[in-house]
């Protein structure tokens, strides 16, 4: 006998040998239930927040540009001091801050020349139940409600600068993907003589023009940061008008502006939000580039980069009014960068979870 044939035949005699007992049939009284669905129905955003939610540093971060959005909203409430209000006699003094006196950082002490302890806010005379927690620069301006003040100035030239940046970007980048051919050669040689031109020649032109400040900033920014966002839409564009439902919406009759905002645009919204979570630490540190070599926010108002080129002037004196706004610039890229990582995870399904 074949091999075959002896093992049909031992699987026979086996089942010579089964109780019908063990086996029941399940009856079924609705057809419906054998159709169900077991797992909840998730969209395309659902199913990248399920994502995202695994990723702890995704979700740290996501607290941490939170926290500090709402940190900036209520400066005005939070502030304990005016950041404009100078006062020379208590100028460079150290943090303090109530019930932490037992630290050396927040005792509100400092070193004279001697190297001898003295308090700084008894020799200034500072009121009793007065504190300054994170102390005060060379005027005697609160260094805390500066940096929350200074904070929310850089945070509004990246959004102001990113909202820019997705209009140009967005509009260039579909009109060169969808027309092609000598539009778009036309098109991409006009971004590289743009991109050619160096951001810090470009400040330098627009200083002609304008005068230092907030506007002139956005300006600056918002000419040359949409490029990248404009190259990025342009060839998921290129890519996604071969697919077939554009095909069909085109044999349809649909207009191109409606193929554009309701088929090519919805299937690259992932891609557009990771770019501008990308683009937002880029224009806070471009502000604060430009800042800190003097031709950004004019005083008496002040950003992260004016706080930083103002406390690294003394720093080996008085390092905490250089550390504290460099701690505060270093968490906000770090938390928008790692956001911007996660989110380009969860956007993409075909990364393994």
């Known amino acids: 006998m074949s091999q075959p044939s002896q093992v049909a035949a031992d699987a026979k005699d086996a089942s010579k040998d089964l109780d019908p007992c063990l086996f029941e049939f399940k009856q079924i009284e609705d057809q419906s239930e054998q159709e169900a669905i077991a797992a909840p129905s998730l969209n395309f955003f659902q199913d990248s927040w399920r994502r995202l939610k695994k990723n702890k540093g995704?979700?740290?971060s996501l607290f941490f540009v939170i926290l500090i959005i709402?940190?900036?909203?209520?400066?005005?409430?939070?502030?304990?001091?005016?950041?404009f209000a100078q006062n020379p006699a208590q100028a460079n003094l150290p943090p303090k801050i109530p019930g932490l006196e037992g630290w050396s950082w927040f005792n509100g002490q400092a070193r004279n020349r001697g190297g001898v302890l003295f308090d700084a806010y008894e020799q200034a005379q500072v009121p009793a139940g007065t504190y300054y927690y994170l102390g005060?620069?060379?005027?005697?301006?609160?260094?805390?409600?500066?940096?929350?003040?200074?904070?929310?100035?850089?945070?509004?030239?990246?959004?102001?600068?990113?909202?820019?940046?997705?209009?140009?970007?967005?509009t260039y980048g579909l009109i060169s993907g969808w027309s092609g051919g000598k539009v778009d050669t036309f098109m991409q040689r006009v971004l590289e003589v743009i991109s050619g031109v160096p951001n810090l020649v470009i400040v330098v032109l627009?200083?002609?023009?304008?005068?230092?400040?907030?506007?002139?900033?956005?300006i600056t920014i918002s000419l040359t940061s949409w490029i990248s966002m404009s190259r990025v839409v342009r060839a998921q564009t290129m890519r996604i008008k071969q697919q077939e439902y554009?095909?069909?919406?085109?044999?349809?009759?649909?207009?191109?502006?409606?193929?554009?905002?309701?088929?090519?645009l919805p299937n690259m919204l992932g891609?557009?939000?990771?770019?501008?979570?990308?683009?937002?630490?880029?224009?806070?540190?471009?502000?604060?580039?430009?800042?800190?070599?003097?031709?950004?926010?004019?005083?008496?108002?002040?950003?992260?980069?004016?706080?930083?080129?103002d406390g690294y002037k003394t720093f080996r004196f008085l390092p905490h009014l250089m550390w504290y706004p460099a701690v505060t610039i270093?968490?906000?890229?770090?938390?928008?960068?790692?956001?911007?990582?996660g989110l380009r995870d969860a956007f993409d399904p075909k990364m393994k979870e």
């Not at 620069?137 to 940046?165: E, H, K, P, Q």
């Open 70 to 83: 709402i940190l900036t909203l209520l400066a005005p409430v939070l502030a304990p001091h005016s950041p």
């Open 206 to 218: 627009m200083l002609l023009v304008l005068e230092p400040g907030l506007l002139s900033i956005i």
């Open 246 to 264: 554009v095909l069909a919406a085109q044999v349809l009759g649909q207009s191109t502006f409606k193929i554009m905002t309701r088929h090519i």
């Open 58 to 60: 995704a979700m740290i």
């Open 136 to 170: 005060t620069d060379g005027l005697g301006r609160d260094l805390l409600s500066r940096i929350l003040y200074g904070t929310r100035i850089s945070l509004l030239v990246a959004c102001v600068a990113v909202v820019i940046n997705v209009v140009l970007g967005l």
């Open 271 to 309: 891609i557009i939000v990771v770019q501008m979570m990308f683009a937002i630490p880029s224009a806070i540190f471009f502000e604060a580039f430009l800042s800190f070599i003097g031709i950004g926010i004019p005083a008496p108002n002040a950003s992260l980069g004016t706080l930083l080129n």
């Open 330 to 341: 270093s968490l906000i890229m770090l938390s928008f960068n790692l956001l911007a990582d």
